[in-house]
């Protein structure tokens, strides 16, 4: 029998509470039998680490272990993918090709976010799980892969089920031997010693000062639900180590960074920004930055005006259309997230807020809309797009 702290140090899995001890010891369990196993977990716990840990413990642990992501292959060459095809079996199979069961052969599987597969594919999976049968897509002959399955999903394959996006009898044949990972924040006693071999590891490796965490640091991070779970709490570390610089990390620096639910956190602006929005989004957001700038503007002219709140109300963006409002002096408060007046919250949609942007950033630039689009963060054929769907030309004539 493997002794656990052994596998601990081969696999990388850190953590002493119960929930991990349990997880180690089904990894010895259940990874030297030649069984399909499936992990399961939320987001960043773990269970990639815990398939390698697996196949590690394994007899085929000197084979290869091949890791397929079935949800970042598109749906019409799954099947081709995973089994191979034969010359000719679609357009553009110049030649015949092997699929991830054959070059897996003797080793092991590693189907992750297995929840993903489209249901025509997971008949086959259930043959090839079965007994080791399969077809290259387009040929008739039965191939044979002696192939251990681990799989992975951070989805409830029985809801799933439930809705029918995955078959059952694949479910009961995948679920029999599960290991499921525990969410962080279920094990929680595990955080100081996760923290320490994240913030040794990324200090040595990029020649930073360490000089550790307060205790209070430590304290109030494990009051936070760590949704991203493992993952998360490791960019956690490597990012306030970085922003603080080599100093000991204290609570209240943990209590910048971290955003906890109902607390509003001023955005950082040394944090790097998020790149990997959908443009709707990333769109949304330059608008709304261009908002802010927009009423800091408002706010300007009415200390050159020296005039009151109230005669100046019709002129100040986002206040509730249609109303007798008389607005309350408009502070602008640098430590606000937020960029709407909660008195126009209600009374407004995005599609107002963007006419309303574009509009005045047209006249800003008197119509030039090279720097319009520029300065609105949309390319120039957005904006035309959005000046004919909003007919701003004309309210700009008036
Ligand atoms: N117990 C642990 N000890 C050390 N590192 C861990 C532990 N659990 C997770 N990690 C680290 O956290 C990160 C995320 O782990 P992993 O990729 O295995 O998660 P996952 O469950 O597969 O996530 P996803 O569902 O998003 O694919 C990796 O860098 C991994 O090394
Ligand atoms: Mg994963």
């Not at 760590?226 to 603080?244: S, T």
């Not at 944090?271 to 769109?283: F, K, M």
């Not at 802010?292 to 206040?319: M, T």
């Not at 520029?374 to 390319?379: A, Q, R």
Request: glycine share 8%; net charge neutral.
């Amino acid at each position: 029998m493997i002794d656990l702290n052994r596998l601990q140090k081969s696999s990388g899995i850190l953590g002493n509470s119960e929930k991990i001890r349990e997880v180690l010891e089904m990894i010895v369990q259940v990874g030297s039998v030649d069984i399909s196993v499936l992990v399961t977990g939320e987001s960043g716990t773990g269970k990639e680490i815990v398939a390698k840990a697996l196949h590690k413990v394994s007899r085929r642990s000197n084979e290869s272990l091949v890791t397929v992501n079935c949800g970042a292959i598109p749906e019409g060459i799954i099947e081709s993918e995973l089994f191979g095809h034969r010359k000719g079996a679609f357009t553009g199979a110049g030649d015949d090709r092997k699929g991830y069961f054959e070059t897996a052969h003797k080793g092991t599987i590693f189907l992750d976010e297995i929840g993903e597969t489209p249901l025509s594919t997971q008949v086959k999976l259930l043959r090839v799980l079965e007994n080791g049968e399969f077809m290259r897509v387009g040929d008739s002959k039965t191939l044979y892969s002696d192939v251990r399955v681990i799989a992975a999903t951070n989805k409830d394959l029985g809801e799933l089920v439930q809705k029918g996006k995955f078959r059952q009898d694949l479910y009961y044949r995948l679920k029999s031997v599960t290991i499921n990972v525990p969410a962080l924040r279920h094990r929680i006693e595990d955080m100081s010693l996760l923290v320490e071999r994240f913030a040794l590891e990324f200090t040595r490796t990029n020649d930073i000062p360490y000089r550790g965490f307060m205790p209070d640091a430590i304290r109030i991070m494990k009051q936070y639900g760590w949704p991203g779970n493992v993952r998360e709490l490791k960019h956690f570390v490597e990012r306030i180590l970085v922003l603080e610089k080599g100093e000991r990390i204290t609570e209240s620096m943990v209590e910048r960074q971290l955003d906890f639910p109902g607390q509003h956190t001023t955005p950082n602006p040394h944090l790097p920004v998020l790149i990997d929005q959908s443009p709707e989004r990333a769109e949304r957001e330059l608008m709304l930055r261009q908002l802010f700038l927009l009423r800091q503007d408002v706010e300007s002219i009415k200390h050159i005006l020296g005039g009151s709140g109230a005669s100046f109300g019709e002129q100040i963006p986002f206040l509730p259309h249609g109303k007798d409002v008389i607005p309350s002096p408009m502070k602008i408060d640098e430590d606000s997230p937020h960029f709407i007046r909660n008195d126009a919250l209600g009374d407004m949609t995005l599609e107002e807020l963007e006419e309303e942007a574009i509009c005045r950033t047209l006249k800003f630039y008197n119509n030039n809309r090279r720097a319009a689009a520029k300065s609105l963060g949309m390319s120039e054929r957005t904006l035309y797009r959005k000046i004919n769907d909003y007919g701003i030309e004309r309210k700009i004539k008036r």
